[in-house]
């Protein structure tokens, strides 16, 4: 007769698992956040754009003209 072999270790492994894999990204995560922060302690101050022309939203045409092509 054969007895199946029950193995407790795989539940256990997807909490193992996503453990290792924190502690893998939090290096990357933190050193991209400091070269982010970096680049905003660097930036350069810029003086706003003037305000834009004003546009013209629609055409009044005076009464029995058209524009006939």
Known sequence: MKHQMELTLAA?????????????R?????W???QMRK???EAMDWQPAPPARPEQTSLF?????TNAA
């Open 39 to 41: 680049a905003v302690d």
């Open 26 to 30: 939090q290096p990357s995560a933190r």
């Open 12 to 24: 256990q492994a997807p909490a193992f698992h996503r453990a290792m894999r924190r502690q893998r």
């Open 61 to 65: 045409l005076v009464a029995g003209r």
């Open 32 to 34: 991209w956040f400091d």
